[in-house]
């Protein structure tokens, strides 16, 4: 497949231009950021999940502010797009509600660590 057939396919989970525009296109901090995020991002989801089941809510409004972040700043529109709804409604959500966007949300990081690997 050509690259712009896969970037415009992708580009809702994972925007690879816009993260190469902003890192002046250094392919070694590329690899760099995906690798700490790699690592990073499952440890916070699997953070959330806990936090989430315990009602913890500033510590998961800690949580969902951090992967908003990551997410945002790594070009994952989707998946920041899932932590800031979450964040900004966690209070008023069922905690049902919130598991199931905790769970879109991990099932988001695997279309984009589909994409990344």
């Known amino acids: 497949k050509p690259i712009i057939e896969d970037d415009a396919q992708h580009w809702r989970h994972f925007n690879k231009k816009a993260l190469l525009d902003t890192i002046s296109n250094d392919m070694e901090t590329y690899q760099q950021l995906l690798q700490i995020i790699s690592t990073n991002l499952p440890e916070k989801l699997e953070k959330l999940e806990t936090t989430i089941s315990a009602r913890d809510i500033r510590e998961s409004l800690s949580i969902l ?15 920041a797009e899932l932590a800031s709804y979450l964040e900004k409604n966690f209070v ?26």
Not at 65 to 79: D, E
């Open 65 to 79: 502010h951090a992967i908003r972040g990551s997410a945002q700043n790594m070009h994952f529109p989707q998946l």
């Open 92 to 117: 008023q959500l069922d905690p049902d509600d919130a598991e199931d966007i905790l769970q879109n949300m991990i099932k988001e990081w695997s279309i984009i660590l589909e994409i990344i690997s």
